[in-house]
């Protein structure tokens, strides 16, 4: 912003400061930055489920290398090695389901042979769960670095581990 000084010369003026090319300067370079800098992209899980019409996609899984977690209300999980009905459940945190995920891993490696045959996660979501507890659990076995995809069962929560969880409180 230029200007004219008009004034007289007798008068002693204090010197003004044009800040219009600094203002200019400030907001191309927040531009600047703003356009070359890139932002962090959020990682996303692929879960594909198989079509709910067709019958051919159920596959029986080895009981001894099956691990099934049912998620309940208020964080809690519970969890059981075998058939339903067969076991009795055990309630847990998310801060406790890793150990219990680590040493289920780990058992089923020391019987089967390490590399040969690995656990298999079946994660069964119940009403009381929500999609933070998914999440979790998703990321409680991707820490533990299992060699085998979850399996995940929304639709077949057995009267056996409904009846569990509601003694428990967690459904």
Known sequence: MAELNTTSR???ET???????????????ITFFMLTTSLAKQEAMDIVKPDENDDTVFTELPASRTMTILLGKNNKVAWYM???????????????????????NSKVASENGKGKKSLIVVIKPTSGANYKNFVDIMDELHIAKL??????????ITEAEQS????????
């Open 10 to 12: 007798n008068k002693k």
């Open 164 to 171: 569990f969880m509601k003694e428990n409180k967690i459904l």
């Open 147 to 156: 060699s085998s995809a979850p399996a995940i069962d929304d639709d077949h």
């Open 82 to 104: 075998g058939e339903a009905g067969k076991s009795r459940p055990s309630v847990a945190d998310y801060k406790q389901i890793r150990k219990s995920i680590l040493d289920n």
């Open 15 to 29: 010197p003004r400061v044009d800040l219009t090319a600094m203002v200019d300067l400030a907001f191309l370079l």
